[in-house]
């Protein structure tokens, strides 16, 4: 073919819905995040004690098992208690997953100075930190709301509809918690992974935003004679409305639900306000 | 007179001490060691003019504050921030073929920018320690204070602190500088080094002796009696059923910096740049 033949022609195959395309984002950042395999190794071992709590309600059902043992079915109680502490530990997971994934997601593209490669395409700013968000949210939920939804399931079909009837909340419990994690938690990663640009010190700062924060509400509580350090104390704060979703609240909390929410709810405007802040792309007038 | 190595050393350590000393970057280390002082000043002009303040409480506060907040997170983050930048700051910047290309042994370099980070580390974190003390103490009448000071046990409890301080940068210094050296991701390492002095109050007694954290608790000079309630984490993170004489911990600390040094020193040897994959 002649040379000059070769002029640009636009692409004419299929295009992305304008609706969905924050999901290429998403397809091509799993692409990235899998190509580890020290974090593929992770997420799958994210797993394993959702696995063994299968195992273990299914057991917890079996009479002919149970019979050797000299037991009856349900010897042990399943209930909003149980499924907390299971949110919990798989909460811990989530977080740690965050702080290696969410660094990852937007510091290279501020650091190489992509972002305006990407919002100079008919893709709003909106659009891509929902696409980004999406990855960690997918992966957060993966590892609490689907195992947990799939725990009370395989719960309620074992022991029956009277048993769903009666423990609906849990339910509701596990989606609204797992829900408000994911928020926190993707707004997290992404704020720290826009407000540091190196992605090893903003995986740490994932983690010391709860280390620290938990660190120093527990100073303030000791040195001031208070409870007011438990605002500071973001893994405290999340507990207390898991365990408000999960009908469990004592009688007299440091802190009431309600504050916690409010100060959860403030502490996700500040991450947005400062992603708001950093995702911006600047003209340079030469 | 001064030999080739120790003039490399000092200088490597003049620029280091520098970037460590001032940087930007490194604002966030001063706000963690200074933040426990925020608290604690509060509470003294609180308390100054309601009059509540127990001395013996502060003194339990202070301890319980040094060993649950100041070794585990302060301390520990602030190493990890100092430390391995020393050497994933200098391939994230893009300067590190400046120091590898100097007629310097790499051994040198390691030990150079060890120091460095040690003495940056140390006056930080012991100099927050004083800012501490006097911070929550200062509200008290000065009667108290003196005898508390000078004819109590004050001057051994700070004494005892600044070292347990020290200490715990030598420690976790050593082990972070390494784990920058070694891994491209020192995220990795921190994060189950983290996991692993967590664990520490629920390890077996000879497993336990393999973090840092067991040896720091030695040093402190006040154990921390059981807070209210059930929180049986935070007891996990305070309380030790057997600590080692305080000499003993801190030989052992000052042996595992060393053999961490010397190995990692070995591995530097071996450094590659690949500044593109960063």
Same mark, same amino acid.
């Given at each position: 073919?002649?040379?000059?033949?070769?002029?640009?022609?636009?692409?004419?195959?299929?295009?992305?819905?304008?609706?969905?395309?924050?999901?290429?984002?998403?397809?091509?950042?799993?692409?990235?995040?899998?190509?580890?395999?020290?974090?593929?190794?992770?997420?799958?071992?994210?797993?394993?004690?959702?696995?063994?709590?299968?195992?273990?309600?299914?057991?917890?059902?079996?009479?002919?098992?149970?019979?050797?043992?000299?037991?009856?079915?349900?010897?042990?109680?399943?209930?909003?208690?149980? %499924?907390?502490?299971?949110?919990?530990?798989? /909460? +811990?997971?989530? #977080? =740690?997953?965050?702080?290696?994934? !969410?660094?990852? @997601?937007?510091?290279?593209?501020?650091?190489?100075?992509?972002?305006?490669?990407?919002?100079?395409?008919?893709?709003?700013?909106?659009?891509?930190?929902?696409?980004?968000?999406?990855?960690?949210?997918?992966?957060?939920?993966?590892?609490?709301?689907?195992?947990?939804?799939?725990?009370?399931?395989?719960?309620?079909?074992?022991?029956?509809?009277?048993?769903?009837?009666?423990?609906?909340?849990?339910?509701?419990?596990?989606?609204?918690?797992?829900?408000?994690?994911?928020?926190?938690?993707?707004?997290?990663?992404?704020?720290?992974?826009?407000?540091?640009?190196?992605?090893?010190?903003?995986?740490?700062?994932?983690?010391?935003? %709860?280390?620290?924060?938990?660190?120093?509400? /527990? +100073?303030?509580? #000791? =040195?001031?004679?208070?409870?007011? !350090?438990?605002? @500071?104390?973001?893994?405290?704060?999340?507990?207390?409305?898991?365990?408000?979703?999960?009908?469990?609240?004592?009688?007299?909390?440091?802190?009431?639900?309600?504050?916690?929410?409010?100060?959860?709810?403030?502490?996700?405007?500040?991450?947005?306000?400062?992603?708001?802040?950093?995702?911006?792309?600047?003209?340079?007038?030469? | 007179?001064?030999?080739?190595?120790?003039?490399?050393?000092?200088?490597?350590?003049?620029?280091?001490?520098?970037?460590?000393?001032?940087?930007?970057?490194?604002?966030?280390?001063?706000?963690?060691?200074?933040?426990?002082?925020?608290?604690?000043?509060?509470?003294?002009?609180?308390?100054?003019?309601?009059?509540?303040?127990?001395?013996?409480?502060?003194?339990?506060?202070?301890?319980?504050?040094?060993?649950?907040?100041?070794?585990?997170?302060?301390?520990?983050?602030?190493?990890?921030?100092?430390?391995?930048?020393?050497?994933?700051?200098?391939?994230?910047?893009?300067?590190?073929?400046?120091?590898?290309?100097?007629?310097?042994?790499?051994?040198?370099?390691?030990?150079?920018?060890?120091?460095?980070?040690?003495?940056?580390?140390?006056?930080?974190?012991?100099?927050?320690?004083?800012?501490?003390?006097?911070?929550?103490?200062?509200?008290?009448?000065?009667?108290?204070?003196?005898?508390?000071?000078?004819?109590?046990?004050?001057?051994?409890?700070?004494?005892?602190?600044?070292?347990?301080?020290?200490?715990?940068?030598?420690?976790?210094?050593?082990?972070?500088?390494?784990?920058?050296?070694?891994?491209?991701?020192?995220?990795?390492?921190?994060?189950?080094?983290?996991?692993?002095?967590?664990?520490?109050?629920?390890?077996?007694?000879?497993?336990?002796?393999?973090?840092?954290?067991?040896?720091?608790?030695?040093?402190?000079?006040?154990?921390?009696?059981?807070?209210?309630?059930?929180?049986?984490?935070?007891?996990?993170?305070?309380?030790?059923?057997?600590?080692?004489?305080?000499?003993?911990?801190?030989?052992?600390?000052?042996?595992?910096?060393?053999?961490?040094?010397?190995?990692?020193?070995?591995?530097?040897?071996?450094?590659?740049?690949?500044?593109?994959?960063?």
């Amino acid at each position: 073919m002649a040379v000059y033949k070769r002029t640009y022609k636009g692409y004419s195959g299929p295009l992305t819905s304008p609706l969905w395309r924050f999901t290429v984002l998403q397809r091509y950042a799993f692409k990235a995040i899998f190509k580890s395999r020290f974090l593929l190794i992770g997420y799958v071992a994210c797993f394993f004690v959702p696995l063994l709590a299968i195992c273990f309600l299914y057991l917890n059902q079996n009479a002919s098992l149970l019979a050797m043992v000299g037991q009856k079915p349900g010897f042990l109680k399943i209930d909003a208690g149980w %499924f907390h502490n299971f949110l919990t530990a798989q /909460a +811990v997971l989530a #977080g =740690v997953l965050t702080a290696f994934v !969410g660094p990852g @997601l937007v510091a290279p593209d501020l650091a190489n100075g992509a972002l305006p490669v990407y919002l100079s395409r008919p893709f709003s700013r909106f659009e891509y930190i929902l696409g980004k968000g999406l990855v960690l949210g997918s992966l957060i939920a993966s590892i609490t709301l689907f195992p947990l939804l799939t725990l009370f399931g395989i719960q309620s079909s074992l022991v029956g509809y009277q048993w769903f009837e009666k423990n609906l909340y849990i339910g509701g419990g596990i989606l609204f918690s797992c829900l408000t994690i994911m928020v926190v938690f993707i707004l997290l990663g992404l704020s720290m992974s826009a407000f540091v640009r190196w992605r090893i010190v903003a995986g740490a700062l994932v983690l010391a935003v %709860f280390a620290a924060g938990k660190g120093f509400g /527990a +100073v303030i509580n #000791g =040195v001031m004679r208070t409870s007011n !350090g438990y605002y @500071l104390d973001l893994q405290y704060l999340l507990s207390t409305i898991a365990t408000d979703l999960f009908r469990q609240t004592p009688e007299d909390p440091p802190i009431s639900p309600l504050s916690a929410w409010a100060a959860v709810i403030t502490f996700c405007v500040l991450l947005l306000l400062l992603i708001n802040r950093k995702l911006r792309v600047c003209e340079v007038a030469g | 007179m001064m030999t080739l190595w120790n003039r490399q050393i000092l200088a490597i350590m003049r620029i280091d001490l520098a970037k460590t000393f001032f940087a930007k970057r490194g604002l966030w280390i001063y706000l963690l060691a200074l933040s426990p002082a925020v608290p604690m000043l509060l509470h003294s002009l609180l308390d100054r003019h309601e009059g509540n303040s127990d001395f013996g409480q502060d003194v339990q506060i202070f301890a319980g504050i040094f060993q649950f907040f100041y070794l585990r997170i302060a301390i520990f983050f602030g190493c990890v921030g100092i430390f391995m930048n020393l050497f994933r700051g200098e391939m994230v910047d893009k300067s590190l073929h400046y120091y590898l290309l100097a007629p310097v042994r790499r051994e040198v370099i390691l030990v150079g920018k060890f120091l460095s980070g040690l003495v940056a580390s140390v006056t930080i974190f012991c100099g927050s320690v004083l800012v501490q003390w006097c911070s929550l103490f200062c509200h008290h009448p000065a009667s108290l204070l003196n005898s508390y000071m000078f004819t109590g046990p004050g001057a051994s409890h700070l004494v005892s602190y600044l070292v347990a301080a020290a200490c715990a940068c030598v420690g976790y210094g050593s082990v972070f500088l390494a784990a920058g050296v070694l891994f491209r991701n020192p995220l990795i390492p921190a994060a189950v080094i983290l996991l692993w002095e967590s664990a520490d109050g629920i390890l077996p007694a000879l497993l336990k002796k393999i973090s840092v954290i067991y040896w720091l608790k030695s040093i402190c000079p006040i154990s921390i009696p059981s807070p209210k309630g059930n929180n049986s984490i935070l007891n996990l993170l305070i309380f030790d059923v057997d600590p080692a004489p305080a000499r003993v911990a801190i030989l052992n600390l000052m042996l595992l910096a060393g053999f961490v040094v010397v190995w990692a020193a070995i591995r530097a040897r071996r450094i590659e740049i690949g500044y593109g994959s960063e």
